[in-house]
């Protein structure tokens, strides 16, 4: 990959790539596969073998796995930054679940077989991949916590919160969600029509601003007490 240094400086600061050594990164990276995304297309698929890890670059994906009945369970949205095959990395076993591009998207994939003889010599690494599966799996702990004890408006509350803090931003700007309505129905465990109902309820209270895909987070402080059952 040409100018390493210049791809490390575009990275979020808790990327698993951001504390590596220029030299280290362009090792790494030596074995690295770019690849773009359209939106809707699969990444990797549920079941399919887990032979690489993905890094989002730019663009933002979903993380959803699919019941018998063929229904969409989403468990996570990935901004830049965001590790994709963890799971399957450590343990080459099949993958968990399905990732699909929400917007385009590009990354960067590495093979397994590259992977795990780097992080053998790079202990700094792997623990890095533990911190990001750990954050994930906590996140998937809490969404289903949620699914099983919360009335709507805390659920949704929520799930706005936890996709709002994955998503890049400056220090100025209001948090935001990109997601449409049905996904984040399929995340928070609601109907999209309760989803859309609670939001327009929030909206003339001027809690959120709506747009075509996206959700921004007027009064968060608001929107945390709402979470906590406060309000």
Same mark, same amino acid.
């Given at each position: ?10 990275? #979020?600061?808790? #990327? ?19 690849? #773009? ?7 990797? !698929? ?11 670059? #730019?663009?933002? %994906?979903? %993380? ?14 990935? !901004? ?11 343990? !080459? ?21 590259? *992977? ?44 706005l919160l936890r996709l709002s803090s994955s998503t890049p931003r400056d220090a100025d700007e209001a948090a935001e969600v990109r ?5 984040? !129905?399929?995340? *928070? ?32 402080p608001m929107i945390m007490r709402i979470a906590e059952g406060l309000s």
């Amino acid at each position: 990959m040409e100018n390493v240094e210049a791809f490390r400086q575009s990275l #979020s600061e808790d #990327s698993l790539l951001k504390s590596l050594e220029p030299d280290d990164l362009e090792g790494l990276l030596r074995y690295a596969i770019r690849r #773009s995304f359209g939106r809707g297309v699969t990444l990797c !698929g549920q079941g399919e073998p887990g032979d690489s890890l993905m890094i989002v670059l #730019s663009g933002a %994906v979903k %993380v959803c796995i699919f019941c018998n009945l063929g229904k969409e369970i989403l468990l996570d949205r990935l !901004g830049p930054g965001g590790v994709i095959g963890e799971i399957a990395l450590f343990d !080459g076993e099949p993958r968990a679940a399905t990732v699909i591009a929400a917007e385009p998207s590009e990354v960067i994939c590495l093979q397994r077989r590259d *992977v795990m003889p780097f992080i053998a010599q790079h202990a700094d690494v792997g623990l890095r991949l533990v911190q990001a599966l750990c954050r994930k799996l906590r996140r998937t702990n809490a969404l289903l916590e949620d699914h099983a004890s919360l009335a709507m408006a805390p659920k949704l509350a929520r799930g706005l919160l936890r996709l709002s803090s994955s998503t890049p931003r400056d220090a100025d700007e209001a948090a935001e969600v990109r997601m449409s309505q049905s996904d984040l !129905g399929n995340y *928070v465990g609601l109907s999209r029509e309760n989803v859309n109902r609670q939001l327009r309820q929030w909206t003339e209270s001027g809690i959120v601003d709506l747009a075509r895909g996206r959700i921004r987070l007027l009064d968060r402080p608001m929107i945390m007490r709402i979470a906590e059952g406060l309000s």
